[in-house]
C-alpha cells in the first residue's frame, strides 16, 4: 500500500505540472469558518473587529506570508480563505491566530497543507490593481468511489490532470491544486474557476475524478483582489 501511496503522489505531480520553486517554503490554505457559538457583538465592535482584521491581513502580506485572501459571498459558515508561503505547517497556523477575529472566536482557522500549486498561479498585484474580483471556489472531496489503492483509478487521475490543463489553458481556472494524500478528513483538494457559480457547476461535472464518483465539488462564490490571479469576474 506504501509504494501505491507514493506511485499516486508521484502521478498527481505529474500528470498536474504543478512546478515547484526552490525555496524551502510550501502553500498552506486556511478556511475561515464562523463557530456556531461566536461571540455577539454591537454593530460598533463588530466594525472595529473588521477593521483590525483587515489591518492584520495588509500587515501579513507586506511581511511576504500572506499571498492570497478573500471572503466567500454565499452565505455559510465558511467566510473566508487565507493562503500562506510558510516553511512549515505549524508557522502558517501560528500566522493564522494572529488574526483578531480568531483570537476573539469570531473565526475558527482550519488548515490544509502543503496545498501544491503552480508559484506562478499567484501574483502580487501591482500599484495600480485596485478593487475586487469574483472567482468560484471549489472544493473537491472524497466521494463513495474514493480509493487510491482500487484498479483504474491511476488512469482517472491521469484524465483529471489533463482536465485542469485544459481548464487552465481555456482560460476557465486560475489555479488548481492537491493536498497530501496522508492528510486527514475529506478535503483532496482545491480549484479557483476563473468564471460564475453556473458555469463552474457545468464545467466540473465533466471532471473524470467527478464522473467517476471518485470526488465530489463543494462550490462557492468567492472574491479576492485584482491582480493575485488570472482575471476573474467583474463585482457586480
Not at 124 to 149: C, H, I, R
Amino acid at each position: 500500500m506504501r509504494k501505491s501511496i507514493l506511485r499516486f503522489i508521484v502521478l498527481v505531480f505529474a500528470v498536474l505540472s504543478f512546478a515547484q520553486d526552490h525555496s524551502d517554503k510550501s502553500y498552506f490554505l486556511v478556511l475561515l469558518k464562523r463557530p456556531a457559538n461566536a461571540p455577539q457583538l454591537s454593530g460598533e465592535a463588530a466594525e472595529k473587529l473588521q477593521e483590525a482584521h483587515m489591518a492584520n491581513i495588509r500587515k501579513l502580506h507586506a511581511e511576504h506570508k500572506l499571498v492570497m485572501a478573500g471572503p466567500f459571498t454565499d452565505d455559510t459558515s465558511l467566510r473566508g480563505i487565507f493562503v500562506f508561503q510558510a516553511s512549515s505547517r505549524a508557522e502558517a497556523e501560528d500566522w493564522a491566530n494572529t488574526d483578531p477575529a480568531i483570537k476573539t472566536g469570531h473565526l475558527a482557522a482550519e488548515l490544509h497543507g502543503p496545498w501544491f500549486i503552480d508559484p506562478s498561479a499567484i501574483h502580487e498585484p501591482g500599484t495600480a490593481a485596485e478593487g475586487m474580483e469574483q472567482y468560484t471556489l471549489v472544493f473537491m472531496k472524497s466521494d463513495e468511489k474514493w480509493n487510491p489503492d482500487a484498479p483504474g483509478v491511476m488512469d482517472v487521475i491521469h484524465q483529471h490532470g489533463a482536465f485542469l490543463h485544459d481548464m487552465i489553458e481555456r482560460g476557465n481556472m486560475a489555479v488548481a491544486g492537491p493536498f497530501p494524500l496522508r492528510e486527514a478528513g475529506e478535503l483532496r483538494g482545491v480549484t479557483i474557476f476563473r468564471v460564475g457559480t453556473e458555469q463552474t457547476t457545468k464545467l466540473v461535472a465533466d471532471d473524470p475524478t467527478v464522473k467517476a464518483g471518485l470526488l465530489k465539488p463543494e462550490i462557492h462564490p468567492w472574491i479576492t483582489g485584482k491582480g493575485v490571479l488570472a482575471p476573474g469576474q467583474p463585482i457586480k
